[in-house]
């Protein structure tokens, strides 16, 4: 009975929208693209702007290649593999998240369609990691595989994060079946986000084991998927520029240990958060040949308070001394050249903590999951 009370409402909220919107009607209802046509011209267009992608390679000649080279070869190899693939998904990145709580799920996706044989493709115009009406996916990152930039992707294209509600928004007709299907038409996807998303996100898929040598991967998804970012993390040039300058501002030892004190949001989302002192006490308990540390944190509160704990440690960090604690929705407010600054230097603060000896982490926060897999359990502590 409740069911068909539902399906009731769905039904009349969806005419009432309709009758709501007159003059929308027609566009809604009435426009038409050759699927065949705007397939030909998305593949052109991407083609065109990435076209040394293409180019044929011997993957077994990586060896005695530069980083660099071999970084170009694995692109490519990616590129020919993913659009090798018949059935293509449009994945919608930069829904309003943290960025590495959107680059996570991208990345995981991206491995859930390589093990299915599916065609990743990327919708990122409205991203929040992008100032609005610009580059979307191009703003801070390179291009490494097909963009979509139909704006239906807007209405059509969603994750389902409560998909356990009846009464949301993706579960009226219009939202949940005319517009995803509209969508699918109009792109000849077969698949959009919140076609496989909560396949991605169970524990099924992030204990299933995976195995592909290009990336480097031999383990469970969990814990190699950031392994993606070598072809999918690639940030523009004027955006490494501006990373590598912060970088060197550091002037980093060769040998040091990251960390990463969390605050700010993170508070809502968990009862307790792993305080400084048990950081100083798990870097003690490493007995380190050195006291060399970076801190990454949302708080100069946490690097005075070590600063003052341990006084003959070395101590760096990129955090700016006025930081009282990161809240994502406040962050997104703010205006385009803030966000964008304080997103290179996230980007910058990551690379530290990637290229560091050890990294020692709460496992709390999607830039945990990053680094984690990144760094294997051998050089990421849980704390």
Known sequence: MKQRIIKIQNFFMALGILISHPVKVPDI??????CEELKRDIEEINKERIGFLYQSENIADIGGKTLEEELIIKKKEYRRLNEGFKKRLIFHVGFGGGLYSELDSMMEVMLFCYMNHIRFELYADDANFSKPNGKGWEELFEPFCPINHDPLNRKGNYRPTDFQS??????????GYYYPKKLKKKTGADFLTQDVWCMCINDEFKNASIKWDLMGMDGICETEF?????????P???????????????NLPE????????GGDKYLEYDTLVEADSFIKKIEEQK?????????????????YIMKKRPSWN?????????RGYYNNEFNQQDWE??????????????VCVHADKHIGSNQSCVDMYLRSMKGDEKYIVI
């Open 29 to 34: 209802m009435l426009e038409y693209r050759n």
């Open 288 to 304: 380190l040949s050195h006291n060399n540390i970076f801190v990454f944190t949302d708080d100069y509160r946490n690097v005075t």
């Open 255 to 262: 040998q040091y240990i990251s960390i990463q004190v969390r």
């Open 315 to 323: 101590i760096w960090t990129l955090t700016g001394k006025d930081e």
């Open 236 to 250: 523009k040039p004027e955006i490494r520029k501006r990373m590598d300058a912060l970088i060197q501002t550091l």
């Open 338 to 351: 803030y966000r964008k600054t304080n997103l290179i230097k996230l980007l910058a603060i990551i690379e």
């Open 226 to 234: 950031a392994k993606l970012s070598q072809v999918a993390l690639i």
């Open 166 to 175: 009846l009464m949301r928004p993706h579960r009226l007709w219009i939202k």
